[in-house]
């Protein structure tokens, strides 16, 4: 990449942090530009799951007072996310460049559609059983073990996958859903980094180049991210995944 491309990365994985922060969507903004940049779509893929994975540990750390009553649920989340990702990251593996190619606006649609209708999807569940959620029944387990062979394989939604299968549990504080999700997500996106990494298809020099944008981006983003508002944030977002979606559908089946 040039130096311009590189400034374009570490802008996009800065605004992906305060994104994050606000309304989620940031691998949405960061993949596309890894796209341009020249990468193939699988390094991209990977690269951007690794660039991002090292947030989580500082959401987890800011989630701890939340996680102290639920620690009996984060070992069977982080042992789903360990063998999702696993799995997906050697499906990613195993896929052809060319057929990824042409996955992808698809997958962009599908990340964007979730991310559309997120609100919906948390409602989803059954009467408030917080304070006897002892365990994940073994359907919410079976869905759990699916998004994260989906995250390993692309990543982009998985948050929100995540915090509507917290609702079909009974939770209800957003505070504890989100610190459970940091666990998931940033579990398998970890498992599936390491994955990638060792088979070569990561680019260390722009993950590391985003890891330091995305969190920058998380701590100093999040003033401008709110004052445009999480509604007006969560739009743009859906605009460009549209956007991208109709634009590498031309790129990959059509052009």
């Known amino acids: ?5 590189l400034g374009l990365v570490f802008v996009a994985s800065f605004v992906a942090g305060g994104v994050n922060s606000v309304a989620g969507g940031g691998t949405l903004l960061t993949f596309p530009v890894l796209l341009s940049g ?51 990251a050697f499906l990613l593996l195993a896929t052809p460049t060319r057929l990824f190619d042409r996955l992808i606006p698809f997958l962009i649609l599908a990340a964007t559609l979730l991310f559309a209708f997120q609100d919906k999807l948390k409602k989803l569940g059954k ?17 759990l073990l699916c998004v ?36 998931f ?20 020099k722009i993950a590391a180049l985003m890891t330091v944008g995305a969190m920058l981006g998380g701590w100093l983003g999040v003033g401008g991210a709110r004052r445009l508002g999480a509604s007006n944030v969560r739009k743009l977002v859906i605009l460009i995944g549209i956007v991208l979606s109709v634009q590498t559908l031309l790129r990959y089946w059509v052009l």
């Open 38 to 88: 020249g990468l193939d779509s699988i390094a991209a893929n990977a690269t951007n799951s690794a660039g991002l994975a090292p947030g989580a540990l500082t959401s987890f750390l800011g989630y701890r007072k939340e996680l102290a009553n639920l620690r009996h649920l984060m070992l069977p989340l982080a042992l789903l996310a360990l063998v999702g990702a696993t799995v997906g």
């Open 127 to 143: 009467a408030p059983t917080e304070g006897a959620l002892e365990h994940i029944t073994p359907g919410i387990a079976a869905y």
């Open 185 to 204: 997500t940033g579990g398998l996106n970890v498992v599936a980094s390491v994955v990638l990494l060792l088979n070569g298809k990561v680019d260390l």
């Open 148 to 183: 994260a062979v989906y995250g390993g394989y692309f990543g982009a939604g998985i948050g929100i996958l995540t915090l509507a299968a917290l609702g079909m549990l009974g939770m209800t504080d957003i505070h504890k859903m989100n610190g459970l999700k940091t666990v």
């Open 1 to 5: 990449m040039t130096s311009l491309q």
